[in-house]
């Protein structure tokens, strides 16, 4: 691809749309590069200045938190284990962990999940189905999806901004590191998940109440 044809495709008016759309399907269909074609428009936008990174940003953060909104209510409706996608063996993992502490961490899985494909579709499904109300959930997935977006446009940008003359390379460059920073969060959020659940299973039962024998007083004698 040329310059002139990339300098045309980063102009083009269907772009932001296709970018909406994708980023919206990646809630359900992790097969979807959304990530990846975040990134590419923020190393393009800093090659090339097109499209305004003041608009990437606002578009894919609102495909993001309607994407996950969609998919909570879905598991609102639905349960989890209507459709026999929902009971494979990696979605099924992914669905009894975001089910245990869905309500007691509720917001550190909002935000960790929307890095993780599988375990962004699981959380958002377990929000859904364990009750989660909307006034708690919508705020979050809100607060995620702008930090998601800033975080894979600032990725793209930066790249492009270091090769700004050469727009086709920093849109190379910038998919792979990408890629490399996400298996990393992967790797990091799956560790401190661990670390969490070890915790849990460490953590000494609560004692029930002490009996008298065990306080050393004694009930009093029925004086009749």
């Given at each position: 691809m040329d310059l002139p044809s990339l300098d045309a495709l980063a102009a083009?008016?269907?772009?932001?749309p296709v970018l909406f759309a994708f980023v919206?399907?990646?809630?359900?269909?992790?097969?979807?590069?959304?990530?990846?074609?975040?990134?590419?428009?923020?190393?393009?936008?800093?090659?090339?200045?097109?499209p305004a990174l003041w608009l990437v940003v606002p578009v894919a953060a609102a495909g993001a938190v309607l994407?996950?909104?969609?998919?909570?209510?879905?598991?609102?409706?639905?349960?989890l284990d209507r459709?026999?996608?929902?009971?494979?063996?990696?979605?099924?993992?992914?669905?009894?962990?975001?089910?245990?502490?869905?309500?007691?961490?509720?917001?550190?899985l909002v935000f960790t999940a929307r890095y993780v494909p599988f375990a962004r579709i699981a959380v958002n499904l377990a929000a859904g189905a364990g009750r989660v109300p909307l006034r708690r959930y919508l705020?979050?997935?809100?607060?995620?999806?702008?930090a998601w977006a800033c975080y894979n446009v600032a990725i793209g940008a930066l790249v492009g901004a270091a090769l700004g003359d050469r727009p086709l390379l920093a849109t190379l460059v910038s998919i792979p590191v990408a890629i490399v920073l996400?298996?990393?969060?992967?790797?990091?959020?799956?560790?401190?998940?661990?670390?969490?659940?070890?915790?849990?299973?460490?953590?000494?039962?609560?004692h029930a109440a002490p009996g008298p024998a065990e306080t050393g007083l004694t009930p009093p004698r029925d004086r009749r």
């Open positions: 083009s008016p269907w772009v932001l919206v399907g990646d809630a359900f269909l992790v097969v979807l590069p959304s990530e990846t074609l975040v990134v590419a428009l923020g190393a393009l936008s800093a090659s090339t200045g097109s994407g996950d909104v969609l998919c909570y209510l879905i598991g609102r409706r639905v349960g459709w026999r996608w929902q009971r494979g063996p990696r979605v099924r993992r992914a669905l009894e962990r975001a089910s245990v502490g869905v309500h007691r961490r509720t917001a550190v705020p979050l997935s809100f607060a995620a999806g702008i996400g298996l990393g969060v992967d790797r990091l959020v799956a560790a401190l998940d661990a670390r969490g659940a070890r915790r849990t299973a460490e953590s000494p039962a609560p």
